[in-house]
């Protein structure tokens, strides 16, 4: 999920939702896992690398890398 910041559009706020089917009785869902604030195609690869230990930013290009293999 990502929230755009109103007065900078090109940056935004990631919030990594861990979402169960089925969660435990009085747990609040979502739950947020990971919060990224302040990201920018620009600043996208060293924030999460900063800060992250579950997301990896591999490109961001305008058009698709053909060496990166689809999911299986």
Same mark, same amino acid.
């Given at each position: ?23 435990? !009785? ?7 896992? =990971?919060?990224?604030?302040?990201? +920018? #195609? ?9 800060? !992250? ?7 961001? =290009?305008?058009?698709?890398?053909? +060496? #990166?293999?689809?999911?299986?």
């Amino acid at each position: 999920m990502t929230q755009v910041q109103l007065q900078t559009p090109d940056v935004f706020n990631l919030l990594l939702l861990y979402s169960p089917l089925f969660g435990r !009785s009085g747990s609040k869902l979502p739950i947020i896992v =990971e919060q990224v604030n302040g990201v +920018s #195609l620009v600043n996208a690869a060293a924030k999460f690398a900063a800060v !992250s230990n579950l997301i990896t930013v591999k490109t961001f =290009e305008e058009a698709p890398n053909p +060496s #990166l293999s689809p999911p299986t």
